[in-house]
């Protein structure tokens, strides 16, 4: 297992960077790094593991080889999960090994928490996985992973933008929001909308 193979998987704002060993029809294992490291993190521990398992190691989002998020975007931890629901989504993962080390272990627990059908095994190194008040579990599971998968769903239906003629450009906006006048709504536009050949 002492051969690897770099990986790049697309974001919005750039790449997420991981490097791979072992055969890729083998049973996946996405192992996340720990603060202000990188993939490298695993170097000498892939070789000691069972061969027949497909490893990935990814750069965390301005880690390693990964694109660093716009200048004033802070990273949030639930960023970092985040990125290993792109990374999965990438890779077309339905159910996978999460091995985290320090800080990858708590992004991992928190991963598990909320998709835990996408989980099989959870291996920490070194890390207290993620932990929560148990009244707060319910309500903070629901909101956090809607989130989640509405930015995922968003993104994958990114297209370029429609062009409209003002005066249905004016319509959507109205229908949209039933408490504006067309008035109103003209007004918004003028500093809302740019008028491109297409209209």
Do not use: C, K, L
């Given at each position: 297992l002492g051969m690897f193979s770099e990986l790049k998987f697309p974001v919005p704002w750039g790449h997420v960077a991981a490097k791979a060993w072992g055969p890729s029809e083998g049973h996946p294992v996405l192992c996340l790094h720990g603060w202000l490291d990188n993939a490298n993190t695993f170097d000498r521990l892939i070789p000691l593991l069972p061969r027949g398992c497909y490893y990935v190691a990814m750069d965390f989002s301005g880690h390693g080889l990964s694109s660093h998020r716009p200048a004033g975007c802070p990273y949030h931890f639930l960023d970092y999960v985040t990125d290993v629901r792109r990374v999965a989504a990438a890779l077309q993962w339905r159910r996978f090994t999460l091995?985290?080390?320090?800080?990858?272990?708590?992004?991992a627990?928190?991963?598990c928490f909320l998709y835990p059908e996408m989980v099989d095994k959870l291996i920490l190194l070194e890390s207290l996985g993620f932990l929560l008040a148990p009244e707060d579990t319910?309500?903070?599971l629901k909101s956090k992973r809607r989130v989640i998968d509405r930015l995922l769903s968003l993104e994958a239906k990114q297209q370029t933008p429609k062009a409209r003629s003002p005066e249905a450009a004016l319509q959507r906006l109205l229908e949209a929001n039933s408490h504006l006048t067309a008035e109103g709504g003209a007004i918004l536009l003028q500093?809302?909308?740019?008028?491109?050949?297409a209209g």
């Open positions: 091995m985290g080390h320090s800080m990858g272990g708590a992004v627990g928190m991963f319910e309500a903070w500093r809302g909308a740019t008028e491109t050949p």
